[in-house]
């Protein structure tokens, strides 16, 4: 499967500090051994470069400028790339650098159909008319933010209740300004359903027959549910009070809502992260409260009846974990990220000594060392300064782009799959989730593999795309060959760290390898290689004080963080680094490195086609 992006294995185990390392990181408490110092050095981008600052209000990316209005690139950016480097070649942890995230997952076509079907629905033992009867296993209910009983504190409460099916057309003629598709491509989300009829669910009165069954062209065989065979706007004998219900919808093809009645007075409880888990799902942004589906539905949660939901409970007495929109709501994964990560990069309990044992490991990685991280309260010894274009080239001609960000869920990809070969799973083999009962791993660290400037291709938007301004960017890259200057500063690091610094920025020496900066990194932006102009470092052991400086030798520095990796370096991790780093290795092209289209249906194509990532 060709893709802009691939992995870098992971390493069996992380190497860590000892607890007596750890304890000791400190800017302020000098290492006896420690350095303090800059490196010098120049970045010269053999491809277009667009380091930016996001977009602006016209959809525009544009490189980043300094105060001056030069062009520039902040320290942040350098020192993103060289972590992601040192992080590699030092065998830190890769848990620290990925969410702790339960990827959600939908399959109603694909290789995963029968595992996610499984789950919300089950065959009657019973047949009617020779073909089988399916059973929803999902129940509905209303999730509300507010006291229960006796509790002193709000919390989210979920009150089931009962669920049928409802004609369209019935509700049609209830309400005549009810919105309804009128061509296959016509869009309709829930929000403006409920506009139509009030902006909330709509109070109905409704008879019901609680064990129908109905005939699905989809599926080819029955659905047992509840049925709405009378509906009224005000209360009649023998209707039942309720709610009208509705998800979004594309085209014609769907011609029923739903209907919730008989709610609970009782909650049922939930699932620590159940809320956060359903948030998490329906955002589109970095942060759930600027989600504008759940920014409609919330409103809702302060008053009674509440937010439709959807939810699964296997046992009656356990806690609600699963909870969704729609009926067929996306499943959160069994496991989450970090459980197909941390049994390989953790020590494992018999390795650990204990706390009085001077070679007992702590949680704490080089990476984390030398670049510091709040949450283990340490503190950065790296300082990366701002690279100033020292001769400016210009733009390349800005062009429009659809920019996607790939997904954990994408799971062809994000888990490794051991039963494929040549980019294919084997035949009768299964890919391998984080919906599966066994735990999968992670494919290791993700990278955009660099390319030569010959390469270099932004994918064409077709005329659908053309057609819609808001999902296209236009990008204003750099052109190649602009060179920028800038220094690294470094505090109290010792030589063996300093040694890993100059590998990770040097690639060990290699002036053929390439970093990869900046946005377009799919299309073959940002490849840049960085020289290292000269270090100088006091010691801080030093007691003359005649010369404060001393010049270090880069050759040394790198023997010595060779020599003390020797083994390591030779390993597969390792050497795949190196090749997504070398513009002239053999899949370093256009057609490998082609990025997945942004349509959904081509992600679905490559899962039925049982396609996977071949390692780089």
């Given amino acids: 499967m060709h893709s802009a992006y691939n992995f870098v294995p992971q ?20 290492f006896e051994d420690g350095l303090c110092g800059e490196i010098e050095l120049t970045l010269t981008n053999d491809t277009p470069l667009l380091v930016g600052t996001g977009l602006n209000s016209q959809q525009q990316a544009l490189p980043y400028q300094s105060a001056d209005g030069k062009s520039a690139i902040p320290g942040s950016s350098l020192r993103g790339a060289i972590r992601s480097v040192l992080e590699i070649v030092t065998r830190s942890r890769l848990d620290t650098f990925v969410d702790d995230s339960r990827p959600a997952i939908r399959d109603l076509a694909g290789p995963l159909r029968e595992l996610y079907s499984g789950k919300m629905a089950y065959v009657d033992k019973k047949r009617f008319k020779e073909l089988p009867i399916y059973h929803s296993s999902v129940k509905a209910g209303w999730l509300r933010f507010a006291k229960c009983d006796n509790e002193q504190q709000e919390k989210w409460n979920l009150y089931p209740c009962f669920v049928a099916r ?11 300004n009810f919105l309804i598709p009128t061509g296959n491509n016509e869009k309709l989300s829930a929000k403006k359903k409920y506009e139509r009829l009030g902006a909330a669910p709509k109070e109905v009165f409704s008879k019901v027959v609680k064990r129908g069954i109905v005939y699905s062209a989809n599926l080819r065989a029955y659905l047992a549910q509840g049925i709405v065979t009378e509906l009224n706007t005000h209360a009649k004998e023998g209707n039942e009070p309720g709610h009208l219900i509705f998800t979004a919808q594309l085209g014609t093809r769907k011609h029923r809502e739903f209907f919730f009645y008989g709610t609970s007075d009782s909650p049922i409880s939930l699932a620590e992260r159940a809320v956060h888990d359903l948030i998490e799902i329906y955002s589109h942004a970095p942060s759930p409260q600027f989600s504008p589906e759940w920014d409609y539905y919330k409103k809702w949660a302060f008053s009674t009846p509440g937010i439709p939901v959807f939810y699964l409970q296997e046992k009656a007495d356990e806690p609600v974990a699963d909870l969704g929109l729609v009926q067929m709501f996306k499943l959160r994964a069994k496991h989450r990220l970090h459980s197909a990560i941390k049994q390989r990069h953790l020590p494992e309990p018999d390795e650990k000594s204990s706390d009085h044992d001077e070679l007992a490991l702590s949680e704490i990685d080089s990476a984390q060392a030398m670049f ?47 039963n494929s070969v040549n980019g294919y799973l084997r ?8 919906l599966n009962d066994s735990v999968p791993e992670l494919s290791g660290w993700k990278r955009y593999p660099v390319r030569d400037v010959a390469q270099v291709v932004v994918a064409a938007i077709n005329p659908q795309q053309a057609a819609n301004q808001q ?49 377009g990194k799919p299309f073959g932006y940002g490849s840049c290689k960085i020289e290292i102009i000269g270090i100088k470092a006091s010691r801080n052991d030093d007691s003359s004080p005649q010369q404060k400086y001393h010049q270090f030798s880069t050759t040394e520095l790198l023997k010595r963080f060779s020599e003390a990796e020797s083994v390591w370096l030779s390993e597969i991790p390792v050497k795949t680094l190196l090749k997504m780093a070398d513009p002239t290795y053999k899949n370093a092209n256009s057609s490998w490195l082609k990025p997945i289209s942004s349509e959904p249906r081509d992600f679905q194509k490559a899962k039925n086609e049982k396609r996977s990532l071949s390692e780089y």
């Fill in 11 to 30: 390493a069996d185990k992380a190497k860590l500090l000892t607890k007596a390392e750890a304890d000791r990181l400190s800017q302020d408490i000098p």
């Fill in 166 to 176: 409802v004609e369209q057309s019935k509700i049609r003629d209830a309400f005549p």
């Fill in 372 to 418: 510091g991280d709040a949450a283990c309260t340490i503190k950065s010894r790296l300082s990366f300064g701002e690279l100033r274009c020292e001769n400016t080239i210009g733009k390349v001609q800005p062009v429009n782009a659809i920019l996607s960000s790939p997904k954990t869920s994408f799971f062809p990809n994000y888990m490794a799959q051991p």
């Fill in 427 to 434: 035949p009768g083999a299964k890919y391998e989730t984080l």
């Fill in 471 to 519: 999902i296209q960017t236009q990008l204003n890259p750099l052109a190649a060959d602009n060179r920028f200057k800038g220094f690294i500063r470094f505090h109290n690091l010792r030589e063996k760290e300093l040694g890993a610094l100059i590998w990770a920025l040097s690639w060990g020496g290699n002036e053929n390898l390439r970093h990869t900066l900046g946005g």
